[in-house]
Nanobody, 123 residues
Framework: VQLQASGGGLVQAGGSLRLSCAAS????????MGWFRQAPGKEREFVAG????????YYADSVKGRFIISRDNAKNTVYLQMNSLKPEDTAIYYC?????????????????WGQGTLVTVSS
C-alpha cells in the first residue's frame, strides 16, 4: 500500500484546510486509516482515525469538534477537514493505514505511512 498525502498549506487562525490521502491497494475499504501530526520539537501524536468497513471515527481531544475525518472507498481516499484552525495545529500531518479494520491511536500499530504534508497556521 502506498499513501500520498496532500492539501497542506499556510492558513490564518480560524481558517480551514482539507487534507487528502490517496491510497493504492484493492482492499482499502477494510483498512483502518489514521491522521497523525508532528510539530517541531514534539512527538508525533494521533489526530483522527476512521475504521475499516463501518467507518467509525475517533478524534484526539484537542481536535474534537473542529476536525472531521472521512473516507471515500470508491476513490481510495481519506480526508481530514480541519476547521477553526489554531496556531498550535501547525505541524506536519501524516496519513497512515493499518491492514486491519480497527483504529488505534498508537502510530507503531500502523503498517503504512504517507510522506507528510505541512500545515502552518498563522496567528
Amino acid at each position: 500500500v502506498q499513501l500520498q498525502a496532500s492539501g497542506g498549506g499556510l492558513v490564518q487562525a480560524g481558517g480551514s484546510l482539507r487534507l487528502s490521502c490517496a491510497a493504492s491497494g484493492r482492499t482499502f475499504g477494510n483498512y483502518a486509516m489514521g491522521w497523525f501530526r508532528q510539530a517541531p520539537g514534539k512527538e508525533r501524536e494521533f489526530v483522527a482515525g476512521i475504521s475499516g468497513s463501518v467507518s467509525r471515527t475517533y478524534y484526539a481531544d484537542s481536535v474534537k469538534g473542529r476536525f472531521i475525518i472521512s473516507r471515500d472507498n470508491a476513490k481510495n481516499t481519506v480526508y481530514l477537514q480541519m476547521n477553526s484552525l489554531k496556531p498550535e495545529d501547525t505541524a506536519i500531518y501524516y496519513c497512515a493505514a493499518r491492514s486491519v479494520a480497527l483504529v488505534t491511536t498508537m502510530g507503531s500499530n500502523y503498517d503504512y505511512w504517507g510522506q507528510g504534508t505541512l500545515v502552518t497556521v498563522s496567528s
